[in-house]
């Protein structure tokens, strides 16, 4: 059966109708899988995106920001004086009040590929704990748990995986009943073909398949309003419906990120924002981390390959870097801003990256690219902050909330990540009156865990542990 004219014509007026040279070989579920892929794709769109960022790429960096006009952004800074303190605890106590009121719900971002750590399964199921091997999340889930307890009601988390991962991701937390989660919905990111970086033709991966990458962190908006099928209600309606006001949104890869922090919550609810940025203070000008600026009197963050050298290394008079603010990926977003963004259209401004990827040449066999022949389409889940009418951006020190697994080896490897889990619960262990060994530059040497359902913090930890514990080996305290 010859495929279906219409398509094949829609095709060849956007040039990509070589993605049907196999047709002919295809058996009906691999036609199947193909013209469902097809029919996905919003060719008009891919045609824009293809000449904005494939073909004439220095059409995108005319667009460039003009350094002169990036300023840095208001930031509430770690509080150094009692009464910045003070408003820090109000702040608290208005989070608090959110979540004991139910109004609160996570959202783990976790369809990313994870293609820097290499590592065959979803990153999410990394054994990351210094001593016990607990999975980055077990220790997301359990944290949940143990805030739901503390302020009485549960907090629903919301799980955003893609295609290729969402089996692997939902069957290890079936095979782990949920961690003890109350309520766990997952829902699937989309898709973006990845194309010929010389060309702009779309790439297949197999005969009956194309070349397809998760659409990047930005994808959660228009997952979160998605339906699988009509008569599903989207994550968005499903929080609305349970009398969600404020999502706080964080990323598989930081097991130190302090979910649902309620000074965090508090200062977003505040200030009545729509969006809300953790950051930390960049150590140096070249550090891989996005910075959130000021441009024009609106808040915006600028990758840390779009930064231009003469911005990142712009100095204060007291020396520190003038935009110094790094986004470390926590959100909070309100509800409404959100279902507002999606009523607009919701999409947010493709971005490209060069990468490599294998796919079939014209004779059908399989081509391993030795560098880049690529580009892949992605958004990010910061290119929401200019939409923004409202927003806040509060600094937290890197030491206790940052130090996400990206890497095999080296910096934000599995290494890094369990020394400093061991550290920052060394340092727990001794707020709360124990003696811990340490290297004479400070460091714990042997891993020491704590689940968050023993404890969440240094305080109540000091509430469980004998007074004089001395601590000189791998210790995990669990439930
Ligand atoms: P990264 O951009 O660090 O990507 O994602 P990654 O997939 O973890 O790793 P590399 O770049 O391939 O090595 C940051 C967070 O955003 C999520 C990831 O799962 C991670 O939590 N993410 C990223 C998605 O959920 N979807 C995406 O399409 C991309």
Redesign the pocket.
């Known amino acids: 059966m010859p495929a279906d004219p219409a398509l094949v014509d829609r095709l060849a007026q956007f040039g990509q109708d070589h993605v049907l040279r196999f047709w002919d070989e295809l058996d009906p579920e691999g036609r199947n899988r193909l013209i469902g892929q097809l029919e996905r794709l919003d060719l008009p769109r891919l045609a824009q995106m293809i000449d904005r960022l494939v073909l004439s790429p220095s059409k995108e960096e005319a667009l460039a920001i003009d350094p002169q006009q990036v300023e840095p952004v208001d930031v509430r800074r770690v509080p150094q004086t009692d009464s910045e303190r003070v408003i820090r605890r109000r702040a608290a106590e208005r989070g608090e009040a959110a979540l004991a009121a139910g109004e609160v719900a996570a959202v ?10 290499g590592f065959d399964a979803p ?2 199921t990394y054994p990351i704990g210094p001593v016990s091997g607990a999975s980055l999340f077990q220790m997301h889930a359990e944290k949940l748990v143990a805030l739901g307890r503390r302020f009485g009601k549960p907090i629903p988390l919301y799980i ?3 295609p290729e991962n969402h089996e692997a991701t939902t069957s290890f937390f079936a095979q782990h009943q949920q961690f003890g989660l109350d309520h766990v919905r997952f829902f699937v ?1 989309g898709q973006l073909p990845a194309v010929d970086a010389a060309s702009g033709k779309l790439l297949l991966a197999a005969k009956d398949s194309l070349a397809l ?5 930005g ?2 908006i228009t997952a979160l309003a998605a339906r699988d099928h009509p008569d599903q209600a989207s994550c968005l309606d499903d929080m609305s419906d349970r009398g969600i006001q404020t999502l706080f949104y964080f ?3 930081n097991p130190l990120v302090q979910i649902c922090d309620p000074a965090y919550l508090g200062l977003h609810l505040m200030a009545e924002a729509d969006i809300s940025f953790k950051v930390v203070e960049k150590q140096r000008p070249e550090e891989k981390v996005g910075v959130v600026v000021q441009v024009d009197g609106h808040a915006q963050v600028i990758e840390y390959s779009d930064l231009p050298t003469e911005l990142a290394e712009r100095r204060e008079p007291d020396g520190g870097l003038q935009l110094w603010a790094g986004s470390i ?1 926590i959100h909070c977003f309100d509800r409404a801003f959100l279902e507002r963004l999606v009523s607009g259209g919701g999409q947010l401004p493709v971005h490209r990256a060069l990468k490599k990827v294998p796919h079939l040449g014209d004779s059908g066999r399989r081509v391993e690219p030795e560098g880049p022949n690529a580009v892949k389409f ?1 958004t990010f ?1 910061f290119d929401a902050l200019p939409l923004a009418d409202r927003w806040s951006i509060v600094e937290t020190e890197r030491a206790i909330e940052f130090e ?1 697994l ?2 095999a080896t080296g910096p934000d490897s599995p290494a890094t990540v369990r020394q400093r889990l061991s550290d920052l619960f060394g340092d727990w262990l001794e707020q709360a009156g124990a003696q811990v060994l340490r290297r004479g530059d400070g460091s714990v040497p042997f891993g020491i865990e704590i689940s968050p359902l023993f404890a969440l913090d240094a305080a109540e930890l000091k509430q469980k542990i004998e007074p004089g514990l001395v601590v000189d080996r791998p210790i995990v305290l669990g439930p």
């Open positions: 783990l971002v976790a369809g990313g590929q994870g293609t820097r750590l990153k999410g955003m995986t893609s990111q990458s998760p659409d990047g962190h994808g959660t990323q598989v890869d990926a992605e889940i996400p990206k890497n």
